[in-house]
């Protein structure tokens, strides 16, 4: 089992970066880790996820190129750096994890979230 917990999300004009973070507790970090967003009126998506060992990596189209995912398995973190935000990308933003070692289905743990506001 495994506790999640995002942070720096924040608002930032069109065009700015910011990084999120999420630190991970628990006796093991043996898991892919994704992390999604869900906008107002709409459903929870994946933008973006890691296998494991970091070999594998899944990024929607809606932010390639812009998103770049990243963990530190001896830390138990995963960061998403997001640049060149746009006001579409505003929402709330999950940190989770699988223990199936994949990275579109079977995320079990999630966090809490963290509010990203692009503004224009």
């Known amino acids: 089992q495994v506790q999640l917990a995002e942070s720096g999300g924040g608002l930032v004009q069109a065009g700015g970066s910011l990084r999120l973070s999420c630190a991970a507790s628990?006796?093991?970090?043996?898991?892919?880790m994704g992390w999604f967003r869900q906008a107002p009126g709409m459903e929870r998506e994946l933008v973006a996820a890691?296998?494991?060992?970091?070999?594998?990596?899944y990024y929607a189209d809606s932010v390639k190129g812009r998103f770049t995912i990243s963990r530190d398995n001896l830390r138990k973190t995963v960061a998403l750096q997001m640049n060149s935000l746009k006001p579409e990308d505003t929402a709330v933003y999950y940190c989770?994890?699988?223990?199936?070692?994949?990275?579109?289905?079977?995320?079990?743990?999630w966090g809490q979230g963290t509010q990203v506001t692009g503004s224009s």
């Open positions: 890691l296998s494991w060992g970091g070999g594998n990596t």
């Open positions: 628990g006796h093991t970090f043996r898991y892919a």
């Open positions: 989770a994890a699988n223990s199936k070692f994949l990275l579109h289905a079977g995320y079990e743990y």
